[in-house]
T-cell receptor
C-alpha cells in the first residue's frame, strides 16, 4: 500500500527567508505526487503535482517542489516566505488499482511564517 | 461556477441519531470523494464514486453510506452516530483525466 510521511508537524520560518516542507513517499510503480494547502476553516486547495518530466515542479503562489526518486522525496519549497503562506500543508500520493484517482495524504505540516 | 458545495457547515448530533451530509459539484466531474479529517491525522478516504450509480469503499467506510444518483450529487449518510464520528468532513471531486481534486469547504460534525 502507498504511504506518505511528513516528518515535521510544524515548520517556523521568518518572512523573506526560504522555506522547505518535507515529504517522503512509498508507492509501487511510478509515483504521482501532490501538494495541497489548507487555510483555517477552509477546504484543501491544490498547489502542484508531479506526474512525469522535470524533477522541479512549479505551482501556485510561487511554490515549487523537487522530486527525488533515489530519496523517495517530494519536498515543497519557496524562495521567499510570506506571512500569508502560513497554513497547513499536505503531501499526497496517488493510490494504485482500479480506483487510481484516490489520494493518500500525509498528516500535514503546519507552516508558520513569522513577520 | 460554485465548485464543490457542502451543507450543513456545522452540526451537533446526539449518539444514535442519523443525518445526511450533502455535497454538490457543478463542474461535471465524474469522480467524487468523501474524506474525514481528524486533528493530526491528515485526511482519510471514506467512500468514493467514479460516476453516477457507482460507489466504492475507501479506507474508513464503517458507519457510513453513500449514493450517487446524479453526476452532481454525492450525499454521505451517517446511521447511528457515534462519538468516534466527530470530525470534519470534506467532499471533493475531479475529472477522470486530471489528478487535481477540488474540495468543498467542509462540514464540522460533533457527536455527543
Amino acid at each position: 500500500a502507498q504511504s506518505v510521511a511528513q516528518p515535521e508537524d510544524q515548520v517556523n520560518v521568518a518572512e523573506g527567508n526560504p522555506l522547505t516542507v518535507k515529504c517522503t513517499y512509498s508507492v509501487s510503480g511510478n509515483p504521482y505526487l501532490f501538494w495541497y494547502v489548507q487555510y483555517p476553516n477552509r477546504g484543501l486547495q491544490f498547489l502542484l503535482k508531479y506526474i512525469t518530466g522535470d524533477n522541479l515542479v512549479k505551482g501556485s503562489y510561487g511554490f515549487e517542489a523537487e522530486f527525488n526518486k533515489s530519496q523517495t522525496s517530494f519536498h515543497l519549497k519557496k524562495p521567499s516566505a510570506l506571512v500569508s503562506d502560513s497554513a497547513l500543508y499536505f503531501c499526497a500520493v496517488r493510490g494504485p488499482g482500479a480506483g487510481s484517482y484516490q489520494l493518500t495524504f500525509g498528516k500535514g505540516t503546519k507552516l508558520s511564517v513569522i513577520p | 461556477n460554485a465548485g464543490v458545495t457542502q451543507t450543513p457547515k456545522f452540526r451537533i448530533l446526539k449518539i444514535g441519531q442519523s443525518m445526511t451530509l450533502q455535497c454538490t459539484q457543478d463542474m461535471n466531474h465524474n469522480y467524487m470523494y468523501w474524506y474525514r479529517q481528524d486533528p493530526g491525522m491528515g485526511l482519510k478516504l471514506i467512500y468514493y464514486s467514479v460516476g453516477a450509480g457507482i460507489t466504492d469503499k475507501g479506507e474508513v467506510p464503517n458507519g457510513y453510506n453513500v449514493s450517487r444518483s446524479t453526476t452532481e450529487d454525492f450525499p454521505l449518510r451517517l446511521e447511528l452516530a457515534a462519538p468516534s464520528q466527530t470530525s470534519v468532513y470534506f467532499c471533493a471531486s475531479t475529472l477522470g483525466n486530471s489528478y487535481e481534486q477540488y474540495f468543498g469547504p467542509g462540514t464540522r460534525l460533533t457527536v455527543t
